[in-house]
């Protein structure tokens, strides 16, 4: 069964950190781009981090340097370490497949209170 599970979202301060993970099953892991989506109350789903299958990043301008993207093929999982985070940060975030994405998992969500 094809399926994507987020975790470790909250509620926390500003200037606080969380660190997301995201496990996927029914999919060969290992060789997709992964990616971090995140979703605010009234806007649309953005990509704000992205890992290939060779572990080259790359980051949305609004999370450069805030935000570190990682994964663990043999656990077929891709976290996302999110530190020194704001209010503007707040969202439901989510992962996916950068390209040809499958069903979106229920998405964890992140609160940041100022």
């Known amino acids: 069964q094809v399926q994507l599970v987020e975790s470790g979202g909250g509620l926390v301060q500003a200037g606080g950190s969380l660190r997301l993970s995201c496990a996927a099953s029914g999919i060969r892991f290992n060789i997709h781009a992964m990616g971090w989506f995140r979703q605010a109350p009234g806007k649309q789903r953005e990509l704000v981090a992205a890992i290939t299958s060779s572990g080259s990043t790359n980051y949305a301008d609004s999370v450069k340097g805030q935000f570190t993207i990682s994964r663990d093929n043999a656990k077929n999982t891709v976290y996302l370490q999110m530190n020194n985070l704001k209010p503007e940060d707040t969202a439901v975030y989510y992962c996916?497949?950068?390209?040809?994405?499958?069903?979106w998992g229920q998405g964890t969500q992140v609160t940041v209170s100022s």
């Open positions: 996916n497949l950068v390209v040809s994405k499958i069903s």
